[in-house]
């Protein structure tokens, strides 16, 4: 049985998010915060939180405004974009776990779009390293091949018509990546058709932001990551100047010829095999 809190952290504009406190039953060597790929609830997460609670870290998940617990009914209407996810939503989680004394020592680990999102966040200074999972730039030309057909349509056809038309982003009924808010896919869409994604888009202001990292990052990439290729790992990792990066390259040949993907990481399947054998070395670090 999972143990852990469930509770609403209320945003500085005033929006209760939802977020999980996984309390080991030991003394905690440290605290993990889970940070979100784009529309994935938290609940995706439950099983690595609940490995880490047992590693005897302290675990916080949570979800983005509009996403997972965090959704209350319809997102017609809901203003947010990717600044509102980082700098408000992200922003209140670190601040909720500063004032619980969580914070020492703080590991940030970000799948996807979370470990790009890290510098936008005002308080991020309180985390002492990053660990990113298949974090990549997302410019869909550097997209893996399989997925430059779908990506095409998806940002000349399916977003411009969908976004007008419903209000918000109906992905669960197109069956890609999810329903998200307006302000977020029309901004995500924007940063996939830059070949410098986001820095590209929001100029030097965010671009000075990504420079100004200083935490050290591990990023675990895959060979067979079906949307981010090495391009693009290599490209948003290149964003953090400041930082002393270590990017790792994973393939099936880790996992005895198990697929990873995109997703996989996350699976129990893979505690032994990826959780053990190379994420618990860069927590203990």
């Known amino acids: ?16 998010l939802v977020a999980r406190f ?16 784009m529309g994935v609830g938290q609940k995706f997460y439950q099983d690595f939180a609940e490995w880490l609670q047992g ?50 020592p703080l590991t940030w680990i970000g799948h996807s779009l979370g470990g790009q999102i890290l510098p936008l966040v005002p308080n991020h200074e309180m985390v002492r390293k990053m660990v990113t999972v298949a974090t990549g730039s997302g410019y869909w030309r550097e997209n893996s091949p399989s997925l430059k057909r779908m990506v095409w349509w998806l940002w000349y056809f399916l977003v411009p018509l969908s976004l007008p038309l419903f209000g918000y982003f109906p992905g669960k009924r197109f069956r890609k990546v999810g329903d998200l808010p307006k302000g977020v896919m029309a901004q995500w869409r924007r940063w996939c058709m830059n070949r410098e994604y986001s820095v590209g888009v929001e100029g030097d202001a ?23 290729s090495l391009r693009n ?29 995109h997703f996989g990481f996350f699976r129990a399947k893979f505690k032994e095999s990826l959780w053990r054998a190379h994420l618990l070395p860069e927590l203990q670090v």
């Open 233 to 261: 790992t290599e490209s948003i990792h290149s964003f953090y100047r400041g930082s002393d990066l270590c990017l790792k390259r994973l393939s099936p040949k880790d996992t005895d010829g198990q697929a990873i993907g």
């Open 206 to 228: 965010v671009r000075d932001l990504y420079a100004s990292v200083q935490q050290p990052i591990t990023s675990l990439s895959f060979e067979d990551d079906q949307y981010m």
């Open 55 to 104: 590693q005897n870290y302290r675990v916080v998940t949570f979800d983005y405004r509009g996403i997972g617990f965090s959704r209350y009914g319809s997102l017609r209407g809901l203003k947010a974009d990717i600044f509102t996810w980082a700098q408000k939503d992200c922003g209140a989680v670190l601040a909720e776990i500063k004032r619980r004394g969580y914070e020492d």
């Open 22 to 37: 996984f309390e080991p039953e030991q003394a905690a060597v440290g605290t993990i915060v889970i940070a979100p790929a």
């Open 1 to 16: 049985m999972s143990l852990f809190e469930q509770c609403a952290i209320k945003t500085e504009d005033d929006f209760p």
